[in-house]
């Protein structure tokens, strides 16, 4: 992206609607959805071989999360795990579009543009090296489009050039959640993703001045900020470095479908030999955080009084496993 600082920009490029998934390498992607469905209780939506990767999700949109191997096409040599990217989704593609023009008229790099069939997407790198994309849906029934296990050569699209961009918003509006019955967690979504910043500022601009997202907790100069897009409680939470506190993703959060079943969860989570890294309980939000077996953090958890003011006494380490 362009060193200019993006908060003299006005408006924002885009304006997403939400987080809609997190896509991280893994150690091994059959292995790993192993745990992220008897553990976590996602379905596998569809599977990649030529890719090794698994997409998964409950209903929530066409992936919630990817488990993308460290020996996938797409890793970097001696990947490994953690975060390959985070995508958010915008209203239409005309939106995508013309934000993709108006960035590249003002020299914002992006690093690929893609057709995934199901959505056309923008990727992007933040300033601490994390992945990002920014996509619209352009078909509706994306569970006939992308189903069980394929493999298919991705045909180039150059935004607003290849086809016209569509003006109907083809996001799922009122989507079915599926429940995996047997699983420990029932989730109905992947809302967010945490990050202990090298560069707090620097991502703060760059997901506020160039991404679209507005602060509704904390601020530039804060310890802590979280950014959410139009249709969201929060899609991306920042923390400042402090020592001990490795720079990277620190966690992904995992909404569930009420507090009396993140309670039954916690019971059946006592029967496997999966151990809770930290419970906290507060009047905001419940939040239950587990490891997977790669070492990578889910915070499972429900709102209660998600405000603002709630939450501006939070303790830091509170914060770290709250937000």
């Known amino acids: 992206m362009s060193n200019a600082n993006p908060l003299t920009r006005q408006p924002a490029y885009f304006r997403p609607r939400r987080l809609a998934h997190a896509n991280i390498f893994v150690s091994d992607y059959e292995k790993l959805f192993d745990f992220y469905h008897r553990i976590a209780g996602f379905e596998e939506v569809y599977r990649q071989p030529d890719n090794r990767a698994s997409f998964i999700s409950n209903g929530n949109t066409y992936h919630d999360m990817a488990l993308t191997d460290v020996q996938s096409k797409y890793a970097a040599e001696g990947q490994k795990p953690g975060l390959f990217h985070i995508a958010f989704e915008v209203e239409n593609e005309v939106e995508l579009v013309e934000g993709y023009q108006r960035a590249v008229g003002n020299g914002v790099h992006f690093d690929t543009t893609e057709d995934h069939d199901v959505a056309h997407s923008l990727y992007q790198t933040d ?93 530039r100069s804060g310890e802590h900020a979280v ?33 009396s079943d993140l309670e039954s969860s916690l019971l059946d989570l006592l029967k496997t030999d999966v151990a809770v890294v930290r419970e906290v309980d507060h009047p905001a939000r419940r939040a239950v955080v587990i490891a997977d077996p790669d070492g990578q953090l889910l915070q499972f958890y429900v709102n209660r009084d998600w405000h603002s003011v709630q939450l501006a006494n939070l303790s830091p380490e509170d914060a770290l496993y709250l937000l």
């Not at 995996?180 to 991502?203: G, L």
Request: proline share 8%; aromatic share 10%.
């Open 127 to 219: 300033p601490d090296g994390n992945g990002t994309e920014l996509y619209a849906d352009v078909v509706e029934d994306w569970r006939t489009a992308r189903n069980g296990v394929f493999s298919k050569k991705k045909p180039k699209w150059i935004p607003g050039v290849t086809t016209p961009p569509l003006e109907q918003r083809c996001f799922p509006v009122a989507p079915e959640i599926r429940v995996v019955k047997d699983a420990v967690f029932h989730p109905r979504r992947v809302s967010h993703v945490a990050f202990v910043a090298k560069d707090f500022e620097a991502m703060f601009d760059y997901y506020t001045g160039v991404l679209g997202l507005n602060p509704i907790v904390g601020n």
């Open 227 to 259: 950014l959410a897009g139009t249709f969201s409680e929060g899609d991306v939470t920042l923390f400042r470095k402090t020592p001990g506190r490795e720079i990277g993703m620190h966690h992904i959060g995992i909404e569930v479908l009420n507090e």
